[in-house]
């Protein structure tokens, strides 16, 4: 991790990063609304999957901090576009990791691996708790009665404790490989540094991002349409505040003059 300096952060930074995504939101507005319906989308999906399987909804509703950081790609795309005076193109957002794809596959992996580890958990909690796949009558509601805190308490935790690693290792490492010619461990391993490092501006930043995500899913998850793009524009500054920009190669020194050749006899 040569080369990769973090930079010092402040504690009002993270809301200056998404005054900035709201800032590049308003600027390229269609591609914006473009992926925050997508993530609506995935909301309804989820819904459609509780009506039928509750127990799997709460472990795949972990999928959102999967998916999303891939999903994002495009907005890193637009906002480093815009960061470089240029204009941003839909079409080139929707292949922005089209140059880094084996990078980002060993990544997706990881993360993929975690979520696994994460939704197995998940039912296992559910089987020991209720001895089995509790129906719920079409209300997560119920979860929230007096006789099932402890499974709260327990299934709280170990979602902590998964988010909590998956936040460390992607919170800039996605868009860190997108910016520069970085391999997937080095830039997991950088992320995890910067949370290790100034963990209280990173607990502040994780905090904003999952309470305007459950801000913004409560109607409908409809906020999403607006909340998902401008978070995404968000990270894609937060990364840069705290990595900074891919540094520059230096130019090859000028070679030296050309010696004078022997003298010739007359």
């Known amino acids: 991790m040569a080369g990769i300096t973090l930079q010092p952060l402040r504690l009002r930074d993270p809301l200056s990063w998404i005054a900035r995504g709201v ?13 925050g319906l997508v993530f609506m989308v995935m909301g309804w999906a989820l819904l459609k999957v509780y009506e039928h399987a509750t127990a799997y909804t709460l ?17 890193y795309r637009v906002s480093q576009r815009l960061e470089r005076g240029e204009r941003p193109d839909f079409g080139d957002s929707l292949l922005a990791g089209g140059t880094r794809t084996g990078q980002l596959a060993i990544f997706g992996f990881v993360l993929l691996v975690l979520e696994m580890l994460w939704g197995r958990a998940t039912l296992v909690l559910f089987a020991v708790s209720f001895e089995g796949m509790p129906d719920f009558k079409g209300s997560l509601l119920a979860l929230l009665e007096p006789e099932n805190i402890g499974f709260i308490v327990a299934w709280a935790a170990v979602g902590a404790v998964f988010a909590g690693l998956i936040f460390s290792i992607s919170v800039v490492a996605i868009p860190m490989i997108l910016d520069r010619e970085t391999d997937a461990i080095t830039a ?10 100034q963990p209280g501006v990173m607990l502040l930043w994780g905090a904003l991002i999952a309470l305007l995500t459950v801000l913004a899913m409560l109607p409908w998850f409809a906020g999403l349409v607006i909340v998902g793009p401008v978070l995404g524009h968000a990270s894609w500054h937060a990364y ?8 520059v190669a230096d130019p090859a020194p000028p070679s030296p003059p050309p010696r004078d050749g022997p003298a010739q006899s007359g």
Do not use: E, M, N, Q
Request: charged share 10%; hydrophobic share 55%.
């Open 23 to 35: 800032r590049d939101f308003i600027r390229a507005p269609g591609i914006g609304l473009f992926y």
């Open 188 to 197: 997991g391993l950088t992320s995890l540094r910067l949370v290790l490092a």
């Open 59 to 75: 472990a795949l509703s972990a999928g959102f901090l999967l998916v999303g950081p891939f999903l994002c790609l495009g907005l």
């Open 240 to 247: 840069r505040a705290a990595v900074g920009s891919a540094p």
